[in-house]
């Protein structure tokens, strides 16, 4: 597709549960981000990946957060036993550059809005 | 972001102008972005600044001073349309050039 697509764009789950977020970025993207975004608040880093690998995932809440992605494509955002802090917009950007050179702009997904009841 | 401030909320008159300013404190300073978000909707790019000065771009325009660690965003001409949020973002070597986001500025523009 033309732009970073996102799924589900919407997630009811109850607490416990396991969510998989999905984000397929722009082709040909190297770089893709992962960030929250509580109600009102504004965007948190969550994990950064080069390629497939994730040289920085220092924004990650906790270890029931993890997220792969398979070479420079598909990314998951796994939330294991989930809790109603999780409740939250996960939005996916990707751009064409790496960071530390000519920081490139970022192309943001539409979301994923997960609710934990 | 911690160390990236924005005003919470802004509001202001259909063609008049406004100016949203954002300060960062950084260590390594390797760019600054706005980006505008409509509820409910995905951010979307407006401005990049690296070097001191004005990018101007339509109706919008984003000045940088980065000896006073400073920028705005200035919109001109309001629009209904241009209600939004607006996200300021730096990119810097002691934020391990992640694209770092303040909280954003609401803004409401009244008829």
């Known amino acids: 597709g033309a732009g970073v697509s996102q799924s589900p764009s919407n997630k009811v789950t109850e607490k416990g549960k396991d969510v998989e977020l999905r984000c397929d970025p722009i082709?040909?993207?190297?770089?893709l981000y992962w960030y929250r975004q509580r109600l009102g608040q504004g965007l948190e880093f969550l994990i950064y990946?080069?390629?497939?690998?994730?040289?920085?995932k220092s924004g990650l809440p906790s270890d029931r957060f993890s997220a792969e992605r398979t070479g420079e494509s598909v990314s998951t955002l796994t939330i294991q036993r989930t809790q109603q802090e999780d409740s939250a917009v996960y939005l996916c950007?990707?751009?064409?550059?790496?960071?530390?050179?000519?920081?490139?702009?970022?192309?943001f997904g539409e979301g994923s809005r997960l609710t934990v009841l | 972001g911690q160390n990236i401030d924005q005003p919470t909320e802004m509001t202001a008159t259909e063609g008049a102008i406004v100016q949203i300013n954002c300060t960062y404190q950084?260590?390594?300073?390797?760019?600054l972005f706005w980006y505008q978000q409509h509820a409910g909707e995905a951010p979307t790019f407006l401005s990049y600044n690296v070097l001191d000065g004005l990018e101007e771009k339509g109706r919008f325009s984003s000045f940088l001073s980065r000896s006073k660690g400073y920028s705005y965003l200035l919109l001109k001409e309001l629009q209904m349309k241009d209600s939004a949020s607006y996200l300021c973002a730096v990119s810097a070597w002691d934020l391990s050039y992640i694209p770092t986001f303040g909280r954003g500025t609401s803004l409401i523009v009244h008829p």
């Open positions: 950084t260590s390594g300073f390797n760019g």
């Open positions: 990946f080069q390629g497939n690998s994730a040289p920085d």
């Open positions: 082709s040909g993207h190297t770089a």
């Open positions: 950007a990707s751009s064409r550059w790496a960071r530390g050179l000519d920081t490139g702009e970022l192309f």
